[in-house]
């Protein structure tokens, strides 16, 4: 006597849920993908994490020319606010600036940093000149700009 | 593409030393799939021993921990090997099994279509592994900085020293191949797996459609994250130590043990998992005589927790108090299931067929499968009870991770119950009899 399921009835319900674990289960995109245009997916990853802030991801390859390794760069947008936008791009800015300090200029409850601000050496302005004394803008793109403590 | 392929095959040519080095008399299914991950786990280690030691990184470092490493695994695989039986057995393949690799296929396809794209990736994993490739070592001072505590500097560092191993090797930071790396880690616990199965259940047929019904659970869609490696080495990791207490091999225990030291320097739920696995073999009757055994899990981690500890790289969980927060969250139960039916997992088919497999099959799992099954219900409450003491809001958690989450032990659970309806529906597997042991 098998130990199996014990009657027919209990092995068609194995096998009813064995076949719905397979279809349930079953990843379509996985087959999907085989026939799709790989350059239009590439372009679609490669500014998928920045199309909240369209042409930031260039901005900061910009910045990454201009802002020399070890330096403190700090990030500015018009009407920060932490939950929005500002932190959206300062945590995304560190990737492009690795082997440089981003410096967040607004904090979690969106008070602004002045001690940071004194810190920075560099500021990178999303669609925006920076409106802070000290800086000298360097740079100019269609996605903002780059600034440099004089 | 070159330098990811190239990693990949060192892995394997590492692994198999390392595998075979550890279980003598390791099938071909068990050292194939556990070759990659464990291999190339090795030279990360290297790297995190070079920076303690004030060593800067290079290529030529990482070549030579590689052939290092693969000359001492070798005779170590040697020497364990005098007596082990030379006729190795492995898995039968299946027409079945090209609709895996199909599968599998457009997995790579996925995986490769462009560079990583997860915030998680940018702002963590990539993040930090950047960070140390230009510095050529781990900078903890950078790590510890409260600038930045956005890259949380507390998870285990693993995956960032594997994406080292890839820069190192192509000379220059490029995140664009990393995704081959994830085919490789999903293949190589599906390798595993599919052994398993056709060990259990004698169909290749049986098995090998099995393992089809797997491959979206081992193809992790986070790419970058650390979800696709920690689903290869936990999954891998409790399979085998479930694969020793079931055939009574101390050696396999051993070998999920190292699996299981890996997890816990992938991820923090890699750490718990340990603690889930201990627990498991803690209720399993002949599992408590084992549970020495993960030893190899306590010495691989035993590194970072000190390294953490010394440079005060704190998990947000644990920061503030942490008790408040459980009260608080636990005073409000409703939110928890009404943030659940807002965030639902998907894939409410598969969903429903684990839920008929489980009640049409409790017993036998109970009987065949306590250990599996108490490290799921285990390692379920440790993400309960994370969510409880975080210091974000329980919403918050549930849109943000309860999928992803879940999918470190969606593969384990539908393993399980898969194995177990396979055993059913071929009814071969008699009450209370032991898995015959073909390796043996």
Redesign the interface.
Known sequence: ?????GSRW??G???????????????S??????F?D?SA??????E??YRKLPGYRQLLLDAANLVP?GSRVAFWMPEARWQGGYRYG???S??FL??R????LIDSSDQFREDNLGKSEWIICWRCEVPFPGFETVWRGAAGSVAKRT | VTAALLLVVAGIAIGTFAVRAVVPDADRTLIWGGAFPVGVSIPAFVLLAASLAGADWSRGLLIASFALATIALAAAARLRGRGASERRSGLTASWIDAGSL??????A??AT???????DF??MW??KG??FF?SRGIDFA?LA?P??Q??HPDYPILLTLIYDELALLQGS?DDRWIGVLFVAFAGSVLLILRGVLERESGSKHLAA??T??????A?SPYLGMAEGPLIAFGTSGVILVREGLRRGQSSLVTLGAVFLGLAANTKNEGLTLCLAVAFGLLVSGEGRRLVWRLWPAVVLIAPWLVLRSIHGLQTDLMGGSVLERVVSHLREPALFLESMSRYPLG????????A??VV??LG?LVRRDRFLLTVLVVQFGFFMAAYLASPHSIDWHFRYSWERVLSQLTLML?FV??SN???????????G?HIPDAAG
Do not use: C, D
């Open positions: 006597v098998s130990e199996g399921v209990h092995r319900l194995a096998v009813a849920a064995f076949a719905l674990i397979l279809i349930g289960g079953f990843e995109h996985y087959i999907r993908v085989l799709s790989r997916a590439e372009e679609f990853f490669r998928l994490p390794e300062f945590e995304r560190g990737y690795a082997g300090q981003p410096v967040p | 199909i599968v599998l296929g457009g997995y396809v996925y279509a462009g560079p990583m794209a997860e915030f940018l702002a990539g993040m950047k960070e230009l950078w900085h600038w930045n956005y890259t930071w459609l099995g089809l019904g797997l491959v979206p659970f193809a894939k409410p088919l598969f969903w429903t067929g684990v008929i497999a049409l099959l036998r539908a119950v898969v309806l396979i055993a059913a529906i071929r009814g071969s597997v008699r009450e009899e």
